[in-house]
């Protein structure tokens, strides 16, 4: 099916406070917005929010807010429940707008969530608006460094077609969640964007998060610690990425095998340039390492073996049931739900309906069949 939109008109150019005060104006007076951002994660050591982009039915925006001191004329906008945010992927937004700027969030329609829901396989913004608009978007722009100033016409061209098509897209996922029974469904993975924030980090040490530290000795992850302390000060010092310093797996391989010479550095797959620029800052940290002491590892807490029977049981249901409705096994029952019913075991609908307040529409129609998957058994009702 596809859908007619509003034509291409040129996008409005958001810089100023007198414009970015107009625009909040206008945006306060719509019922719905379709939102996004762009940052430079790809390009810095600590990642920002480089664009914000508007559109309503009418108009495309883009927000600079590098060249802003002040973005606090959005905030009600974002809060305001009358209005609904439509994004595609909230999460990675609302985060940045979060971190970067305190807003808050009420009412958000992400139409990846719904595409998820309806159980559609490709649920990239590409995807969908080639299917349903046929149109076609270069996702090679997503790299894109979009701290760089100007910003040159195929990234705005790029960054406007990200919310354009938005509205006419939610409002045919609505249409298809309805036909099929699932908006309540869709709507409390919503509800649940609004309230991301950040807060449940990985408490870990930056060594402990990296693949195949767990085959490293003591010392050998002691000396891994100190690789990433020092990676860490030097990326942050070029105001550049973890990854475009220095990549994990070569880390790794420091750790392992503790070299001494460039010649052992080139050994583990450094590149010449590399040893140039950090190959004494890496040596000075296996040595320091190899006679610091020993690091002890923080670690993800063992759960009990009750709670990990029951969190199988459920991953087990959980996919069952999603094969039934041609859904992605986290459709059914989120992880958050997940974790806090095996850890919780309630033992009735009421003590369940406690865990999922939020999640009303789960829990009435697969209340009952959590309960058994995680062996209560239910008494039976009369005929």
Same mark, same amino acid.
Not at 7 to 20: F, G, I, M, N, Y
Not at 252 to 281: C, H, N, S, V, W
């Given at each position: ?242 990854? @475009?310093?220095?990549?994990?797996? %070569?880390?790794? $391989?420091?750790?392992?095998? !503790? #070299?001494?010479? *460039?010649?052992?550095?080139? +050994? ?50 959980? @996919?069952?049931?999603?094969?039934? %409705?041609?859904? $992605?096994?986290?459709?059914? !029952? #989120?992880?958050? *739900?997940?974790?806090?019913? +095996? ?41």
């Amino acid at each position: 099916m596809m859908l007619m939109t509003l034509p291409l008109t040129e996008p409005v150019w958001v810089d100023t406070s007198s414009a970015l005060a107009r625009l909040a104006d206008l945006l306060s007076r719509q019922t719905r917005i379709a939102v996004d951002t762009e940052a430079n994660s790809l390009h810095a050591y600590r990642e920002r929010v480089c664009l914000i982009q508007f559109s309503t039915t009418e108009t495309d925006y883009l927000i600079d807010p590098l060249a802003l001191d002040d973005l606090t004329y959005l905030a009600p906008i974002f809060a305001d429940p009358k209005i609904e945010k439509i994004f595609h992927a909230a999460e990675y937004d609302v985060l940045g707008l979060h971190r970067d700027f305190d807003f808050t969030f009420a009412n958000i329609f992400d139409t990846m969530m719904a595409a998820r829901t309806l159980g559609i396989k490709q649920v990239g913004l590409g995807s969908l608006l080639a299917v349903k608009f046929g149109v076609d978007v270069d996702k090679h722009n997503q790299k894109a460094d979009w701290g760089q100033r100007p910003l040159p016409p195929s990234l705005v061209d790029y960054a406007r077609l990200d919310t354009h098509y938005l509205i006419p897209l939610r409002e045919l996922l609505e249409a298809e969640l309805r036909k099929k029974g699932r908006w309540d469904l869709a709507y409390e993975d919503f509800s649940r964007c609004c309230f991301i924030n950040g807060t449940h980090r990985d408490a870990r040490g930056r060594w402990e998060r990296i693949s195949g530290q767990q085959e490293l000795d003591p010392r050998q992850q002691t000396v891994l610690n100190e690789l990433c302390i020092a990676r860490e000060k030097l990326a942050e010092r070029l105001n550049r990425p973890l990854f @475009k310093v220095i990549g994990d797996h %070569l880390l790794l $391989e420091a750790a392992k095998t !503790l #070299p001494q010479t *460039y010649e052992d550095l080139a +050994a583990i797959g450094m590149t010449e340039r590399q040893i140039q620029r950090f190959g004494r800052l890496v040596l000075e940290s296996v040595r320091h390492g190899s006679g610091a002491p020993l690091v002890e590892p923080i670690g993800m807490a063992r759960l009990p073996n009750p709670v990990v029977d029951r969190m199988h049981r459920l991953k087990n249901w959980r @996919k069952k049931k999603a094969e039934t %409705l041609e859904v $992605e096994s986290d459709v059914i !029952l #989120p992880r958050l *739900y997940l974790h806090m019913i +095996a850890e919780q075991n309630p033992r009735s609908l009421e003590a369940l309906a406690k865990i999922m307040e939020e999640a009303p529409w789960r829990l009435g129609h697969f209340g009952e069949e959590i309960l058994k998957a995680i062996g209560v058994k239910l008494e039976s009702r009369p005929a």
